[in-house]
């Protein structure tokens, strides 16, 4: 069984950084494009960014493009996020998904629905 865990969360000044990680075990890693989603309270749960199984198909969030980065390291088992330029709004739970796609696509996605395994979420907090 495909389990996800993620870390890295915590409490930073807005304008400071933070790289979450998402740490991949029991399947085949590169079977997977990795996303990211957040939930902030009373908000339903949003695309953060997400990253094809190759590393080289990535894609972002119009309100993150700029600031946030996606990565993987397939010899890890890891996803990463690098947050820079933290805003208030970028507080929320951050959850780390797995979309399982067949074959050799480059493809990645968006779509919540998309995401099959999902981690149980790291706090960032942005204080202003």
């Known amino acids: 069984q495909v389990q996800l865990v993620e870390s890295g969360g915590g409490l930073v000044q807005a304008g400071g950084s933070l790289r979450l990680s998402c740490l991949f075990s029991g399947g085949t890693f590169t079977s997977y494009a990795m996303g990211w989603f957040r939930q902030a309270p009373g908000k339903e749960r949003e695309f953060v960014a997400a990253?094809?199984?190759?590393?080289?198909?990535?894609d972002l969030a119009d309100s993150v493009e700029g600031r946030f980065t996606i990565s993987r390291d397939n010899a890890k088992n890891t996803v990463y996020l690098q947050m820079n330029s933290l805003k208030d709004e970028d507080s929320a739970v951050y959850y780390c998904a797995a979309d399982y796609i067949p074959g050799t696509s480059d493809y990645v996605g968006d779509i919540f629905d998309e995401y099959i395994y999902w981690g149980q979420g790291t706090q960032v907090t942005v204080s202003s």
């Open positions: 990253v094809s199984w190759t590393g080289e198909n990535v």
